[in-house]
């Protein structure tokens, strides 16, 4: 992070560009991504696996603008899916859909059918009843579907329990003690082709170990299924390697392929992985303006023009993200809780924050990449925030701020009420 997000004179840089300009040009809150460090974090996962065959599928739902999916296209990245609608934003970046695989618990008759029109690479399925649907739809469109069982471990991945989703008691996956049994059903169907296996343990991982545990526990099956003659041409191991917010240590994109392809000797699989937030998460901050200085009885709040809608992660997981000044200004040092100006206890940036700073002062909110503008809202009525590229000196606008007709423009009062 620090090779593209520093300090030059005082001034807050990304890349070449102080962020104090781009919110003179593009007005707060706004996101601002530098390519330079989505491309570093892609070649550091595609060089470690250099003389392996592999496809490293970008998890669109971390961050789906269409310039950071164009990014990593333009690199030879896959992508994960979740749903129809990020299939369309992959195939308008310029994705290409023969590396696309699609993950999630629920997708409906219209998606399945989006994406064998598309003809995507793989469907990780998560369910029995998945299997019969996508058998069906296939059928019906003479098309053959190429699948993967998303198979749940059971493993511990030590992370928030919202993000925790290898366990058995998580709705993801099919359980590990009827995958055999699924993949023999799937193996009947006439409109299935069984090319993979797939997991997802969680995100945020700081730790090598769950991912290896997995692995292991992964293979087993594999060994199961090639004693039933049934062969597979592909293991995804998902995404979920964390990054630092604050203090952690998660291991290096390096150290972490190692890991893996420690795990997998022997094994000539294609290896997909599907990372998303060490991709993008420290790739992006999130500019803010202060609006007001409120001193209070017990604490002082410095209430900022971004708020739980533009940026969820503090309200919904009580994450920590770094908040640096913009410009180091000579005010006195004081603790601030950094609010946002939404209708909610819950929305807050950051909690005791010492900052210099006085109204009008502009906040880098750090580590916004991931998670950020993809998971926000109109709540309250607040148009999203714009997004910004940065690329060396040049500073694009990648998405323009939301304006309030849009956020209404689907709208209408009842006639002759
Ligand atoms: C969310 C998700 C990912 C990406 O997770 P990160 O923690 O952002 O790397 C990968 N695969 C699946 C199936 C997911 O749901």
């Excluded at 992070?1 to 300090?7: L, Q, R, S, V």
């Excluded at 990245?77 to 609608?85: E, R």
């Excluded at 240590?249 to 699989?269: E, K």
């Excluded at 599907?274 to 420290?282: D, F, I, K």
Aim: overall charge negative; some cysteine; glycine content about 8%.
């Amino acid at each position: 992070m620090d090779d593209h997000f520093n300090y030059q004179n005082k001034q807050l840089h990304v890349e070449q560009v102080a962020l104090a300009d781009i919110a003179a040009l593009h007005g707060t809150p706004c996101y601002v991504y530098s390519r330079a460090a989505l491309t570093s974090g892609f070649r550091q996962f595609s060089d470690a696996l250099q003389g392996r065959e592999h496809l490293i599928c970008y998890a669109v739902k971390a961050n789906s603008n269409l310039a950071i999916l164009n990014v990593f296209a333009r690199l030879g990245a896959g992508f994960d899916i979740v749903s129809g609608g990020e299939l369309q934003r992959v195939l308008a970046a310029g994705g290409d859909a023969r590396k696309v695989v699609f993950s999630g618990v629920g997708k409906t008759v219209a998606e399945m059918r989006l994406a064998l029109e598309a003809n995507i690479l793989c469907f990780n399925v998560e369910s029995a009843a998945e299997l019969d649907r996508l058998n069906e739809v296939a059928d019906s469109m003479g098309k053959v579907a190429a699948i993967s069982l998303r198979v749940n471990p059971d493993v511990d991945a030590k992370t928030h329990p919202y993000i925790s989703t290898g366990l058995k008691q998580n709705k993801f996956g099919v359980a590990y003690t009827e995958a055999v049994a699924l993949y023999r059903k799937a193996h009947a169907m006439p409109n299935l082709r069984i090319t993979g296996m797939d997991c997802h343990i969680g995100s945020q991982l700081i730790e090598t170990s769950p991912f290896i545990a997995a692995v292991e526990k992964i293979l087993l099956l594999v060994d199961a299924l090639s004693s039933e003659g049934i062969a597979l041409e592909h293991l995804d191991l998902g995404g979920g390697l964390g990054i630092c917010y604050q203090d952690e240590t998660p291991p290096a994109i390096t150290d972490y392929i190692a890991a893996l392809l420690g795990a997998l000797q022997g094994r000539t699989q294609k290896l997909i992985l599907e990372p998303g937030r060490v991709l993008v998460g420290n790739a992006g901050v999130l500019l803010t303006r202060v609006e007001y200085i409120k001193p209070g009885e017990e604490k002082n709040f410095a209430i900022v023009d971004a708020a739980m809608n533009d940026l969820m992660r503090p309200a919904l997981y009580d994450a920590y993200h770094g908040i640096k000044p913009v410009v180091r200004e000579d005010h006195a040092v004081q603790n601030y809780e950094i609010v946002g100006p939404i209708c909610e206890t819950g929305d807050f940036i950051g909690h005791a924050r010492e900052l210099a700073i006085a109204p009008q002062s502009l906040l880098a909110v750090m580590s916004a990449g991931a998670y950020g503008m993809s998971m926000s809202s109109n709540y309250n009525t607040r148009p999203r925030a714009a997004e910004v590229m940065v690329d060396g000196d040049k500073v694009h606008l990648v998405r323009e701020r939301e304006t309030v007709q849009q956020l209404f423009a689907g709208e209408k009062i009842i006639a002759g009420l």
